[in-house]
């Protein structure tokens, strides 16, 4: 399709049909079980994954992939006849990723293609890479899209709810949760995206707490441009969805399953709350 293509990495959580629906091509990170080796979302599904992560083997790792991946991306999205690229990956603060795609970018003349951190991760940098490709199918050139996705970065928010701590600490990508660590017995943390990097935003007492507090900070952030929820094989996600259901916001609610990128550091039993801040008058995002 002629114009500008979306490329991203599989750290966006979107599903096999999101993908297919706004024409949107995902470079897969690397999941490592101990010497096993599997691409994301091609040779290991979020449902594999997780019927994985409830035995007793080794924890999951990742790896970026590498700048021929997204170059070889970059090349299929020009010889389908796009005129132009725009690469949204994963936080630089958590991944290899973004790297990896800037080094295929200087690289390549092909077409243009202009690389964006979106200091996001799951369904966060999902909805800024579904809004990106509702407006390149409108027409929308370059710039444009480069000028809207940065507009609509910091009003981007990820919160969640983990079942606990074990695959965060092994990971080592607590950053601004480092301090959590050790203090769990009943502590719930209600976890943040701040600056592209994994934070503490709060202790609860309670998962159901954590829950409560989670749907408060999403309604007094409405109205919202865009709304996803990540699906970290819990048992409670429905309700989560359904105290959603009539918050403000200009989209439907996407309902996904959290992948193996987010989920081999997060856990199982974790639900990831994303959106986006509607701009503007009324909105939070000001």
């Not at 709304?227 to 359904?242: N, P, Q, T």
Request: glycine share 10%; with cysteine.
């Amino acid at each position: 399709m002629p114009g500008v293509h979306i490329v991203t990495d599989s750290a966006c959580d979107l599903t096999d049909q999101l993908v297919k629906e706004h024409n949107v091509t995902v470079v897969p990170l690397t999941i490592r079980f101990g010497s096993e080796e599997l691409e994301d979302r091609r040779q290991l599904s979020p449902a594999e994954f997780w019927e994985r992560c409830h035995g007793k083997g080794d924890l999951p790792q990742t790896a970026a992939p590498s700048p021929g991946a997204f170059q070889a991306a970059f090349q299929q999205a020009a010889d389908e006849g796009a005129e132009a690229v725009l690469c949204l990956t994963i936080s630089s603060k958590v991944s290899g990723t973004y790297g990896s795609a800037v080094t295929a970018a200087d690289t390549f003349s092909t077409v243009p293609v202009r690389v964006v951190d979106t200091y996001s991760l799951t369904m966060g940098q999902g909805l800024l890479v579904i809004a990106a490709a509702e407006e390149a199918a409108a027409g929308a050139g370059l710039d444009e899209l480069v000028a809207a996705t940065e507009d609509r970065i910091p009003r981007t928010r990820i919160y969640g709810v983990l079942g606990g701590l074990e695959h965060l600490q092994r990971g080592g990508r607590v950053g601004g949760a480092r301090a959590l660590l050790g203090s769990l017995l009943n502590i719930k943390p209600v976890i943040q995206l701040k600056d592209g990097e994994v934070a503490e935003e709060s202790k609860q007492r309670t998962r159901s707490k954590a829950l409560a507090y989670l749907n408060d900070k999403v309604r007094a952030d409405a109205p919202l441009e865009r709304l996803a929820v990540a699906d970290g094989a819990c048992d409670d996600i429905v309700e989560v969805r359904a105290k959603m259901s009539d918050i403000a916001v200009e989209h439907p609610l996407v309902a996904v399953q959290l992948g193996p990128v987010v989920g081999s550091h997060a856990g199982p039993n974790t639900v990831g709350v994303c959106y986006i801040v509607a701009a503007g008058p009324g909105g939070a995002g000001e």
